[in-house]
């Protein structure tokens, strides 16, 4: 996969996490730039993380798997994206803000985690389909979630949630293409 792939699947990858920044962006009062940094490092992190422990899951299983490699990513993918779709849309509308903190250690490991299990199952197509440079992919897919979660929590503090439910449902989309994609090369090629 080229660069512009993966800045693509890094960017789909990347809405559950600028989802809960916009959340935690609009929910926490006094914010401060070191939240901000703090949650977007947190998020970005585990982002990168959870690609290099799927890739290498996905290398130990890729000759049991190298026939449907393609089906078994694409089957990743699109599940993944509906996933953020059907979440996005059955999530009720108000206010979503709670007397928690979601600045704590505690909350931010919970919820990174949480946010970056979507990036585990992509390390394991990268490994099936695509010999990527895991390190590269990783690394893009960390830097891009830092940048977008960033942004993510200032947007929540001055815009709320205008662009929360949107944005989760364009990662969908954009993991669902790729996932085409490379369903479609898989069976051209």
């Given at each position: 996969m080229g660069f512009w792939g993966i800045l693509l699947m890094a960017l789909g990858l990347s809405m559950d996490a600028f989802t809960v920044s916009v959340s935690n962006g609009m929910c926490t009062r006094n914010l401060k730039v070191s939240h901000a940094v703090k949650m977007a490092f947190s998020f970005g992190f585990f982002q990168a993380l959870m690609p290099i422990i799927g890739y290498y899951a996905g290398v130990t299983l890729s000759g049991y798997l190298q026939s449907v490699s393609y089906w078994v990513a694409f089957g990743l993918l699109t599940?993944?994206?509906l996933k953020m779709i059907y979440?996005?849309?059955k999530k009720i509308q108000g206010n979503q803000c709670s007397t928690r903190d979601p600045i704590s250690f505690k909350m931010l490991m919970?919820?990174?985690?949480?946010?970056?299990?979507d990036a585990l199952a992509v390390g394991i197509s990268l490994a099936?389909?695509?010999r990527t440079s895991i390190g590269?992919?990783?690394g893009i897919i960390g830097v891009v979630t830092f940048l977008v979660c960033l942004a993510g929590v200032y947007i929540g503090k001055r815009f709320?949630?205008?662009f929360e439910k949107k944005a989760e449902i364009l990662g969908g989309l954009l993991l669902i293409g790729i996932g085409v994609k490379i369903l479609v090369e898989g069976l051209m090629g």
């Open positions: 599940c993944i994206g979440e996005t849309l919970l919820l990174s985690i949480a946010t970056s299990i099936l389909v695509d590269l992919a990783a709320g949630t205008i």
